[in-house]
């Protein structure tokens, strides 16, 4: 029978200027923020994470205030291996993983990617097997956020039927994890951006698949200090 096997390397995005998260973000980069209440930042909760999935190997992009992460993880006790690297021109978001992947020990296995500003747990085995069951070249995460506003229903004559308060979107998103095959790294642009150019250029020859979060999966981008807080209180309830 064949075992599958499941990628043991990851690239965490963590380049992000944080412009909404200001005043934390005016001397840490984002994935430098600690969610309340938890003494870790953002990035420290992905790689313990990505270690728990079995990745050994993480290289994190670093852009703003790069010295304050390197240093940080230079000083943390880590679950896996981290390198680093530092654009040293801004490449865009295609660019930025290509040259992030160049550093990757084993180049010609799939590897797991992140945004640096993502809160989550799933199984990320369940979505490299569904990446391997697909045959694909790339696989998104897709995440259903909650509306953040209510909703109202009406019915066909326009009377109000009923208030929802902040329902799960109708449609899915990208959440921001990847699953990436070993070609992918080639097709990449060498400056730009990816979902322009080469995701759509996969999803029309039906070799990028979406893995939809499971039921119950916690999800959470965290752009704004109201996510912050929002997280804070999702985790001390999860803790109850």
């Known amino acids: ?78 679950p896996l291996r981290v390198t680093t690297v530092v654009e040293t021109e801004p490449l865009g978001r295609g660019g930025g993983l290509k040259y992030a992947a160049a550093g990757l020990p084993h180049p010609d296995q799939p590897w797991y990617a992140t945004n640096g500003d993502i809160w989550t747990r799933f199984s990320l085995r369940e979505m490299a097997a569904f990446h391997a069951e697909r045959d694909a070249i790339a696989t998104l995460a897709l995440a259903r956020p909650r509306i953040p506003w209510g909703a109202v229903e009406t019915d066909a004559f326009g009377h109000i039927t009923d208030f929802i ?34 995701f759509p250029r996969l999803a029309r020859e039906q070799r990028l698949a979406g893995f939809p979060l499971p039921q119950g999966a916690y999800w959470r981008a ?19």
């Open 1 to 78: 029978m064949h075992t599958p096997t499941y990628p043991t390397q990851a690239v965490v995005l963590a380049g992000g200027q944080g412009s909404r998260l200001r005043p934390y973000t005016d001397d840490r980069p984002k994935p430098m923020v600690e969610i309340p209440g938890t003494g870790t930042p953002i990035i420290g909760h992905q790689l313990a994470w990505l270690a728990a999935e079995g990745v050994t190997d993480a290289v994190v992009s670093c852009g703003h205030l790069a010295e304050v992460l390197q240093q940080w993880l230079e000083s943390a006790e880590l």
């Open 165 to 198: 308060e902040s329902p799960p979107s109708p449609f899915l998103i990208n959440a921001g994890v990847y699953v990436f095959s070993a070609a992918f790294t080639e097709l990449l642009p060498d400056r730009g951006d990816h979902e322009r150019t080469t």
């Open 222 to 240: 965290i752009d704004t200090a109201k996510d912050l807080t929002e997280a804070a209180k999702e985790l001390a309830a999860q803790a109850r």
